[in-house]
Each structure stands twice: as C-alpha cells, then as structure tokens.
C-alpha cells in the first residue's frame, strides 16, 4: 500500500454549506476500516468545528485554526503550535470597526474587505504576522504557520510521511498541504489556481469530489493516477536522444549490476541522493561501510559492533531519517542469516507507515545468496521498492531476483549481464534483440537500462552524477573482513600456496613474511595494483603501486617496502 493517510479540508471540500452530507461520511469510514489514517485540516476555530460538525471524531487527528492548533479527537487533547495573537493587535483592530472579528486560541479571523486594515494595523505595530486568505474569509497568523506546517505535526504524531498522504481541498489556504502531500487532489468546486497546482481534479464537487477520490483510493491505491504524479520520479539520466531517463519512487525493483570497479556505486549513490533529496526515506544495508561518510544518513555498525534490529527500527520510526546499516562487524558467513531475520521486521514496519520507501541491498549475492533455502520464505512478493546491487547477480537468491522489475547493467557486456539476472530469475523473459546484440556495451557513466515488462525495448542511458562523492571507508578495508571474492589470495608462482588476506592490515603482516619468489611473481603480473583497484577501489594508491611494479630494476626487498609502506599511509592510520 501506498497512501496510508487521506488529509481533507473542511468547508468547501467535505462540506457544502458547512454540512457534510451522510453518503461522505459513509465514504470517510469505509477509508478508516481500510487501515488508513484521516487528517482533517481547517480554518475554524476548535468549539465551532465541534459544533457543526461532530463527527470530527472520525478522524484520528484535526490540524484546526489554520495550521496553529492540533487537537485529538479521541482523547480531546490541544497542542498550540503557535502563539496567542497579542491582546493590544486584538483591541486596535476592534478600535479600527473590523467586524465580524473572531479570536481563537491562536487565529484572529475576520471577512473580506477587512484584510486592508489588517495589514495597516500589523505595520503600524511592526508585528510578525501573516494575512491568509480562505476566499472571502481573512486569518491572521504568526508568520510560518500554515495547514502544511501543522499536517506536518499531525503526520510525525501519527509516525507517517508526506510521501504516503492522499490531500483534497478547495481554497488558497489549501495550498500550503497539498503542495506537501504524495498525490493532491482539488474537488471540482475548488479555485482556478487550486485545480491547476493539483495532480487530480475530481468531476464532482464539495464531499461528492472527496467521494470520488475515495472510491479510486480504496479501488486501487491510486494506481490508475500514477501518469498525474511524475512530479515525484527520480531521475536516472538522459536517453540518447537528450530527454530524460527517470525511475518511478514507489513499486520500482532494481538489480543494478555490473563488473567491480565498473560505476555501480555510482549509480546507486545518484539514485539514492535524489530519494533523499525528495525527503524519501532509505534504508541501505551496508556489509562494507561505504555510506558511513555519507552525512545523510544515521549509520549504525562498524567493524567491532553489530548493529542490533531494535535500534534500527527506533531510528526508522522518525520519518525524516534515513539510514545506512554497517555490516561490518557481522562475519560473512553470518550475513545472509542477519539479513533473513532483519527484513520481515522492516517488511512489518512498511506495512503499518509505508516506510522505508526504498530498501538498497548492496553486495546482495553475499546476503542473499542463491543457495539461501530460506530467502523465499523471508521475500515477500510485494516488496516495495528497491535495489540490489552485485557483480554476481546470478549468485543472488531466485526469490529476490523474481521481483525485479528493472535492471541497470553496467560494464563491457551489457547484455550478458542483463542475461545473467534474466537467467537467475528463472522467469526466462525474452530478450529484446538491442539487448542481445549490444557487444560494443557501454561507456564510462554509461548503462544499459531494461524496463520490464519484456515488451520495453531496453535504453542507453547516460548518468546524472550525484552531488555527493562516495567516500570508500578506510577502516573497512584496513581492518574488517572483506569477502572471499573480494581478498587477496598469495599463491606463489607454482600455486602452492593459497594465503588469504581478507584486509589491508592482514595483507601487509602475510606480505612481510612470504618469500621473494611468491612476492615477485605477484608483482611482476600486478596483482596488488589491480586488487587496489577492483577489489579496495582505491585508484590513487593503485596507481602508486602499479608505478612501482612496472620498474623492473627493483630488487624484492625494495618494491615490498615501497607498496607496504604506499598502503600504510593510506590506511594504517584508519584501523
């Protein structure tokens, strides 16, 4: 489910003539025993909204005065979200001949054409106030406050994201939460300006247009909207012919593969800072620490603590924080079992707030490996959102790999790789022929883009970098447990030995003590200079090293002091 929550106006959008007939009522509860939540936001003051209508009590919370008051039906609770007006603007204006003049506990309200001695009253005082207009009604607030800010009050009491929200109204006060809301919707009575800024305009007006948005909500999510809200995609990249390649934020399962070192957290790290900038919420399982640096997220882990489930779920409760989970200190052999017991609970925590909307699985061939038995019963098939990223992602688990609805291939062979998801998928879709003869691949901030279903012919895309750069974690590398494929394996030049180094530290206390033939024969086919560079993804220190293998003149005990001490400047120092 996408929209957890309906937020409507009042009068003009349920009401008609300050009534909200039987049939929306019916309709407001239907929308309750659905599951979902229902804000109210108005203008009126609390006892008068009581008053007319009481059945405010249908709704788990009412955003009333504007924005300025929050008020809980079921246990009659008010939390003032501004300050009272001063007594001394009240009198001026009553001085002044304002008529009708209403004052709330924070609202000081009056009707068209009184807004003229409003304002000259606030500039005489040299107040902080704003002028709202509600059609010919004039709401004077402290500056700030609106119906967005308090619906944003509302959603975080309630633990929800605007991103799951479905806002109907009619007025220009309205524009303040429907601009924050996932999908909004103007009934067909609303004002000119209203309509045009909303994703919907219902062809019904006043409750009758709330009706009509219901029956879609409770028909299908929404889904049949879905062309309105491309306001919310994330782009990808632009196409070959310079137009743009986006990706929609909700239902969108990626498998972003590739060869290592080929750009696949580069794509990631794009996608991912768009989703936040969105104010989408992430949730990256990490096993190498590469999102540490990043100061968006909550990082919870290292590589001597284990992240416990409990303190994700706590960080995940604010719906404004996203969060990178460092696998680190769990043994490799350990994740996928760490993995199988962490997502039902976030799969729990989607199915009551819809959060986190996307979940990003890098090395998921470690977590959820192909030969995983359990992952099909840990894999829901409504997933959400998502991407994994592998360099193997036949070697992923079936499970995951059948939900996949987009595949992203970077690298040399493109197609091979789009095959190798299609293969480990076991849904045998048929290869679009772009895709079958695409050998040339593609270039640096290149991919290959296949939308399913089969009948999308697949894209070339080029990136759009992120802003952010992916800063590789030094004591990852220095210190934690990089996985087999990843270490470095001393085998000597007659394959006698197979010494692994699954971190940098390991690696230079096994290069201090093997013999010089073992030494030379990795350097002069520049092992360390590509493991550098594939498996750590350090150019800059490959490099270095890569100039010290290619100079033949140097005796073993030379080259090894220099590269020891290249990779103890670099990383040492972080462990």
Same mark, same amino acid.
């Given at each position: 489910?996408?929209?957890?929550?309906?937020?409507?106006?009042?009068?003009?959008?349920?009401?008609?003539?300050?009534?909200?007939?039987?049939?929306?009522?019916?309709?407001?509860?239907?929308?309750?025993?659905?599951?979902?939540?229902?804000?109210?936001?108005?203008?009126?003051?609390?006892?008068?909204?009581?008053?007319?209508?009481?059945?405010?009590?249908?709704?788990?919370?009412?955003?009333?005065?504007?924005?300025?008051?929050?008020?809980?039906?079921?246990?009659?609770?008010?939390?003032?979200?501004?300050?009272?007006?001063?007594?001394?603007?009240?009198?001026?204006?009553?001085?002044?001949?304002?008529?009708?003049?209403?004052?709330?506990?924070?609202?000081?309200?009056?009707?068209?054409?009184?807004?003229?001695?409003?304002?000259?009253?606030?500039?005489?005082?040299?107040?902080?106030?704003?002028?709202?207009?509600?059609?010919?009604?004039?709401?004077?607030?402290?500056?700030?406050?609106?119906?967005?800010?308090?619906?944003?009050?509302?959603?975080?009491?309630?633990?929800?994201?605007?991103?799951?929200?479905?806002?109907?109204?009619?007025?220009?006060?309205?524009?303040?939460?429907?601009?924050?809301?996932?999908?909004?919707?103007?009934?067909?009575?609303?004002?000119?300006?209203?309509?045009?800024?909303?994703?919907?305009?219902?062809?019904?007006?006043?409750?009758?247009?709330?009706?009509?948005?219901?029956?879609?909500?409770?028909?299908?999510?929404?889904?049949?909207?879905?062309?309105?809200?491309?306001?919310?995609?994330?782009?990808?990249?632009?196409?070959?012919?310079?137009?743009?390649?986006?990706?929609?934020?909700?239902?969108?399962?990626?498998?972003?593969?590739?060869?290592?070192?080929?750009?696949?957290?580069?794509?990631?790290?794009?996608?991912?800072?768009?989703?936040?900038?969105?104010?989408?919420?992430?949730?990256?399982?990490?096993?190498?620490?590469?999102?540490?640096?990043?100061?968006?997220? !909550?990082?919870? =882990?290292?590589?001597?603590?284990?992240?416990?489930?409990?303190? *994700?779920? +706590?960080?995940? $409760?604010?719906? #404004? &924080?996203?969060?990178?989970?460092?696998?680190?200190?769990?043994?490799?052999?350990?994740?996928?079992?760490?993995?199988?017991?962490?997502?039902?609970?976030?799969?729990?925590?989607?199915?009551?707030?819809?959060?986190?909307?996307?979940?990003?699985?890098?090395?998921?061939?470690?977590?959820?490996?192909?030969?995983?038995?359990?992952?099909?019963?840990?894999?829901?098939?409504?997933?959400?959102?998502?991407?994994?990223?592998?360099?193997?992602?036949?070697?992923?688990?079936?499970?995951?790999?059948?939900?996949?609805?987009?595949?992203?291939?970077?690298?040399?062979?493109?197609?091979?790789?789009?095959?190798? !998801?299609?293969? =480990?998928?076991?849904?045998?879709?048929?290869?679009?022929?772009? *895709?079958? +003869?695409?050998? $040339?691949?593609? #270039? &640096?901030?290149?991919?290959?883009?296949?939308?399913?279903?089969?009948?999308?012919?697949?894209?070339?895309?080029?990136?759009?970098?992120?802003?952010?750069?992916?800063?590789?974690?030094?004591?990852?590398?220095?210190?934690?447990?990089?996985?087999?494929?990843?270490?470095?394996?001393?085998?000597?030049?007659?394959?006698?030995?197979?010494?692994?180094?699954?971190?940098?530290?390991?690696?230079?206390?096994?290069?201090?003590?093997?013999?010089?033939?073992?030494?030379?024969?990795?350097?002069?086919?520049?092992?360390?200079?590509?493991?550098?560079?594939?498996?750590?993804?350090?150019?800059?220190?490959?490099?270095?090293?890569?100039?010290?293998?290619?100079?033949?003149?140097?005796?073993?005990?030379?080259?090894?002091?220099?590269?020891?001490?290249?990779?103890?400047?670099?990383?040492?120092?972080?462990?």
């Amino acid at each position: 489910m996408r929209y957890f929550c309906l937020i409507s106006d009042y009068d003009g959008t349920l009401a008609h003539d300050g009534q909200v007939t039987a049939s929306t009522l019916q309709a407001l509860k239907r929308v309750k025993a659905s599951g979902r939540k229902l804000v109210l936001a108005t203008g009126r003051e609390l006892p008068e909204l009581l008053r007319v209508f009481p059945e405010t009590s249908l709704f788990d919370l009412a955003v009333v005065e504007n924005g300025a008051l929050l008020y809980n039906p079921a246990t009659g609770e008010k939390r003032l979200l501004a300050e009272a007006p001063p007594a001394a603007f009240v009198e001026k204006l009553r001085r002044r001949g304002v008529k009708p003049l209403s004052v709330g506990e924070c609202i000081v309200a009056s009707w068209h054409p009184h807004e003229t001695e409003v304002l000259e009253v606030i500039r005489s005082m040299g107040l902080e106030l704003q002028v709202v207009f509600n059609k010919d009604a004039v709401m004077i607030l402290p500056s700030g406050i609106n119906k967005g800010t308090g619906v944003k009050v509302a959603l975080d009491e309630l633990g929800l994201s605007t991103h799951n929200t479905v806002g109907v109204g009619d007025a220009e006060n309205d524009h303040a939460f429907l601009g924050i809301c996932e999908c909004s919707v103007a009934v067909g009575n609303a004002l000119p300006a209203l309509k045009e800024r909303a994703d919907v305009v219902t062809g019904h007006t006043h409750g009758a247009g709330v009706e009509e948005i219901i029956e879609q909500l409770l028909a299908d999510d929404l889904r049949s909207l879905q062309p309105r809200l491309r306001r919310h995609d994330i782009l990808l990249g632009h196409k070959e012919n310079g137009g743009e390649f986006c990706l929609g934020p909700y239902g969108t399962r990626v498998a972003v593969a590739g060869p290592s070192g080929g750009g696949k957290s580069t794509v990631v790290t794009a996608i991912v800072e768009r989703l936040i900038q969105k104010q989408y919420q992430v949730c990256i399982i990490d096993p190498e620490g590469d999102y540490d640096d990043v100061s968006q997220f !909550v990082t919870l =882990g290292a590589s001597d603590r284990i992240p416990g489930v409990s303190e *994700i779920l +706590e960080v995940l $409760k604010n719906a #404004g &924080s996203s969060i990178s989970v460092n696998l680190l200190g769990v043994p490799v052999s350990d994740r996928p079992g760490y993995f199988v017991g962490l997502l039902p609970r976030l799969q729990e925590l989607r199915a009551r707030t819809g959060r986190p909307h996307w979940i990003v699985i890098d090395e998921a061939h470690h977590l959820l490996p192909s030969e995983l038995d359990s992952a099909s019963l840990s894999i829901p098939s409504s997933l959400g959102s998502f991407a994994l990223i592998s360099v193997h992602p036949k070697s992923v688990s079936k499970a995951l790999l059948d939900t996949v609805n987009c595949v992203i291939a970077i690298g040399p062979q493109p197609g091979e790789i789009i095959a190798e !998801v299609n293969e =480990g998928s076991g849904k045998a879709w048929a290869m679009p022929e772009p *895709i079958r +003869e695409s050998g $040339k691949g593609v #270039g &640096s901030g290149e991919m290959m883009v296949w939308q399913l279903p089969e009948s999308n012919p697949p894209e070339k895309v080029t990136l759009e970098p992120a802003k952010i750069e992916l800063r590789r974690h030094k004591r990852k590398y220095a210190a934690g447990e990089l996985g087999e494929d990843k270490s470095f394996y001393f085998r000597g030049p007659e394959g006698k030995l197979n010494i692994r180094a699954h971190n940098l530290n390991l690696f230079a206390q096994i290069a201090e003590g093997v013999d010089d033939d073992t030494w030379s024969y990795h350097l002069k086919k520049h092992d360390y200079s590509v493991w550098l560079r594939e498996a750590v993804k350090d150019d800059t220190v490959a490099d270095e090293i890569a100039a010290v293998e290619g100079n033949a003149n140097l005796p073993p005990a030379e080259s090894r002091e220099r590269i020891l001490e290249t990779i103890r400047k670099r990383y040492t120092s972080a462990a």
